[in-house]
């Protein structure tokens, strides 16, 4: 099992830029997540999913969209990149019946520079 | 709402040191809570997880306690070693309908193990 992955590993985008984070998965969790995680600010919920198909807003939902097209797969994408989202981004996944009893799975992370 | 809160936000003691940090929380409304550690430019790792009908959970020099009905949980690290250096996070999991999908997460103790 590789756990959780995520692509790429760092970028650099100049204001304005597009761009998509993938997340992948190969332990058929029904939930996956994205945070950001800035100084001082904590771990922060952008959007989560429940199942294929379905997606949520988390508390810093604004300027990402994500999409859950394949269960094992969960993208986030900034249509116009700014500088106040340079942060490191971070999946996440866990399975349905182990939601009150198993712990959640972190991918290593994706560093992103705005310029 | 569900806050959770780690007291210091960083702490420095010398190699052989025991040491206990610190998570409490608001509501006691909780499936479990989960320990974390993450290092410089990383990912998390899960380190021990309580389910809230526990009291304790022990990982070699790790040991971490939960009071549910006071809201408070603390890790208690044995020997400590400079590799033991990393910031350390708590995070619950909500039991509320509605809540339970998302993990709230303390926002770390930053620890130094010297030499």
């Known amino acids: 099992n590789a756990g959780v992955t995520q692509t790429p590993k760092f970028r650099v985008l100049k204001t304005g830029q597009s761009m998509t984070l993938l997340c992948a998965q190969d332990m058929n969790h029904e939930y996956m997540y994205w945070y950001r995680q800035d100084p001082g600010m904590g771990l922060r919920l952008i959007h989560y999913s429940v199942g294929e198909g379905t997606t949520a807003k988390g508390e810093v939902p604004d300027g990402y969209n994500v999409s859950r097209l394949k269960k094992q797969n969960f993208l986030l994408g900034l249509e116009s990149a700014a500088p106040s989202q340079t942060s490191v981004y971070f999946c996440?996944?866990?399975?349905?019946?182990?939601?009150?009893?198993?712990?959640?799975?972190f991918g290593p992370g994706t560093r992103l520079l705005v310029l | 709402k569900q806050e959770v809160t780690q007291i210091p936000a960083a702490l420095s003691v010398p190699e052989g040191e025991n040491l206990v940090l610190n998570c409490s929380f608001t509501?006691?409304?909780?499936?479990?809570l989960q320990w974390f550690r993450q290092d410089p430019g990383k990912g998390l790792t899960s380190l021990l997880l309580?389910?809230?009908?526990?009291r304790e959970q022990t990982s070699g020099r790790l040991n971490a306690s939960l009071d549910k009905s006071s809201g408070r949980s603390t890790l208690y690290i044995a020997a400590s070693q400079p590799g033991d250096s990393a910031t350390y996070l708590c995070?619950?999991?909500?039991?509320?309908?509605?809540?339970?999908?998302?993990?709230?997460f303390g926002k770390g103790t930053k620890l130094t193990v010297n030499p």
């Open positions: 309580i389910q809230s009908s526990q």
């Open positions: 995070a619950v999991r909500p039991s509320i309908p509605g809540g339970s999908e998302k993990l709230v």
């Open positions: 509501d006691s409304a909780i499936y479990n």
């Open positions: 996440a996944s866990i399975s349905l019946r182990g939601l009150a009893k198993t712990a959640q799975y």
